[in-house]
């Protein structure tokens, strides 16, 4: 297990390297500049994340007897969920331990300036969240049983023309299932709830398998029921936590916003509790927690977005970047704030720590209530991740070998879920970091190469009326 997680290590800083930061950050900027700042549009966004798509249902055309290509443009309602479902569903996969103990590993390792590289990532991968959730709705099919299938191997496949990294990314997105998807978070929680409740891992590991066993096997549907209702409470019950230690911390904060900017753009010896770091560590681990957290470019939210029932790309488009602002620019930054400003109001006791020690200090300063607040929080953001990315993982798998597959891949999920919470988290962080990576290089090509159709699709919604205008 030490050689696995040495050579996990080694592969994750050589593909988090300058190439891959320049590959990502690059295409958040030339989506953000070529959709002319759709961030603008989040109000509008927000609105239609809650307004049920109502025009009325109109059959597919063209395609073959098992996959049948979908004109969105025409006014169909075409959908295996609603809006608002798939993005709680994207959100409780997006929304996880990278959150918290994600954050808190990049402040460990990259110093307090990470906190704003990974702020940075979530406001411009907003736009590359959007290219992916339009271009999953414009590639979709819809199988011979109705139900809907999309995602980046479809965009690969129909709009790139390239069956090649289709098949890569569908095949690297299901091993990523294992690792981002339910090791990593089983992993943190087992970790969580063993610190704070002396809960016994091995029990802890069943239960979450259990649980996650009961879920998936009821298909996306009960995963999206089971997400609108967990995905708005998790959210306000962990930021409640934050809120209340930032306002302990509050003579700290202006230290705090210091530290953060200051150490996203110089280089930090250690000193004074705190680890030493350089702007391209505070960028690496910024940036890779960043994607970890939000997952814009990576690629999965897509597939979820394209069981949507929505008569449009740009109106599912839109839906879907709300969920890298409610990640990243809202929670990650929460949590980032809340953990530096731990740090500044006792740096010699908290600047060293690692990434989930710094966050149970930083909660332990909440009177009784703070251990409650991270480990419920922590707990919940888990289990969400572990449904939203058992989709994801399905989906891939029924694209590369067809149904027959998907029984067997959710055993050995709900497996995997088990697994991660027995092994060490650090091998199981640096291999999701590794996949992650790996899976995101095919996807950011077909954002790309499909960066055209990105645009005329959105001149045609949102820049000159069309459907968008409608539900505004």
């Known amino acids: 297990m030490a050689a696995i997680e040495r050579i996990a290590s080694e592969l994750s800083r050589a593909l988090w390297g300058a190439p891959m930061l320049i590959l990502l950050m690059g295409t958040h900027i030339l989506l953000t500049v070529r959709t002319r700042f759709v961030q603008r549009h989040l109000g509008r966004a927000i609105k239609l994340s809650v307004t049920k798509d109502s025009a009325s249902p109109n059959s597919a055309v063209g395609g073959n007897s098992n996959h049948v290509a979908i004109d969105d443009a025409s006014g169909a309602v075409d959908g295996d969920i609603s809006q608002f479902g798939a993005l709680t569903t994207a959100l409780a996969a997006t929304i996880g331990t990278g959150n918290i103990v994600g954050v808190a590993t990049a402040v460990a390792l990259g110093g307090p300036g990470a906190v704003l590289w990974c702020w940075l990532a979530g406001v411009l991968g907003i736009a590359t969240k959007y290219g992916e959730g339009l271009l999953a709705v414009k590639y979709r099919v819809k199988t011979s049983d109705g139900t809907m299938l999309g995602g980046p191997m479809y965009a690969l496949e129909r709009g790139v023309r390239s069956r090649g990294l289709a098949l890569a990314f569908a095949a690297l997105a299901a091993l990523a299932s294992f690792g981002i998807g339910s090791s990593a978070q089983a992993g943190s929680l087992v970790g969580i709830l063993e610190t704070q409740f002396g809960a016994p891992p091995f029990l802890t590991s069943v239960i979450a398998a259990a649980l996650t066993a009961v879920v998936i096997l009821g298909g996306i549907k009960s995963i999206s029921k089971v997400c609108t209702l967990l995905v708005p409470f998790m ?22 916003l210091s530290l ?24 690496r681990f910024g940036i890779a927690r960043g994607l970890f957290s939000n997952e814009s470019g990576l690629g999965s939210a897509p597939i979820a977005a394209a069981a949507a029932q929505t008569r449009n790309p740009v109106r599912q488009a839109l839906v879907s970047m709300t969920g890298t602002f409610w990640d990243t620019v809202v929670l990650c930054a929460l949590t980032g704030l809340t953990l530096v400003s731990a740090i500044a109001r006792r740096p010699a006791e908290l600047g060293g720590l690692s990434g989930g020690e710094l966050t149970s200090a930083a909660f332990d300063q909440i009177p009784v209530a703070g251990p409650v607040f991270l480990a419920v929080g922590l707990a919940l953001f888990a289990f969400s991740t572990i449904l939203g ?84």
Do not use: H, Q
């Not at 959210?235 to 705090?256: D, E, H, Q, R």
């Open 260 to 283: 953060i900017f200051k150490g996203a753009f110089t280089a930090r010896a250690a000193s004074g509790g705190f680890v030493g770091s350089t702007v391209m560590t505070a960028a």
């Open 235 to 256: 959210a306000v019950f962990y930021t409640v936590g934050c809120v209340s230690i930032l306002i302990m911390n509050a003579p700290f904060l202006g230290k705090t």
């Open 389 to 472: 990315w058992s989709y994801y993982g399905e989906r891939c798998v029924e694209y590369l070998f067809g149904k027959k597959a998907v029984p067997p891949y959710k055993a050995v999920y709900v497996a995997s879920a088990f697994f991660g919470g027995v092994m060490p988290l650090g091998a199981v962080w640096d291999i999701a970091d590794v996949l992650n990576a790996l899976m995101a290089i095919p996807n950011l090509i077909s954002l790309l190469l499909l960066s055209g159709v990105i645009v005329s699709e959105t001149k045609k919604y949102l820049w000159s009326g069309g459907d968008a205008r409608e539900n505004n």
